[in-house]
């Protein structure tokens, strides 16, 4: 596994070396934007969404907590 590892950095250091002294010339042509360039415009359709509120009344039921020992109220699901 060293031996595979230490190839593949030799190799890579010859490849930066020969690329950096130009035995393997790598060229590209840089884009071009003029002075006043815009990017594209884009259209995009999309739902339509409404956030409103409304007042309700809405019944929560009621929770008691009774310690150990204590009688549980009449009107509890214990008592039912």
Do not use: H, Q
């Not at 190839?7 to 790598?26: D, Q, Y």
């Amino acid at each position: 596994m060293r031996f595979l590892l230490g190839l593949i950095a030799i190799i890579l250091v010859v490849a930066i070396i020969a690329i950096s002294t130009g035995w393997f010339p790598i060229s590209g042509s840089p884009g071009s934007l003029s002075v006043n360039a815009t990017a594209p415009t884009i259209k995009v359709d999309t739902p339509t969404v409404s956030v409103g509120t409304e007042n309700k009344t809405i019944e929560v039921p009621k929770v008691t907590i009774n310690k150990p020992g204590e009688p549980a109220p009449a009107n509890t699901a214990a008592a039912r």
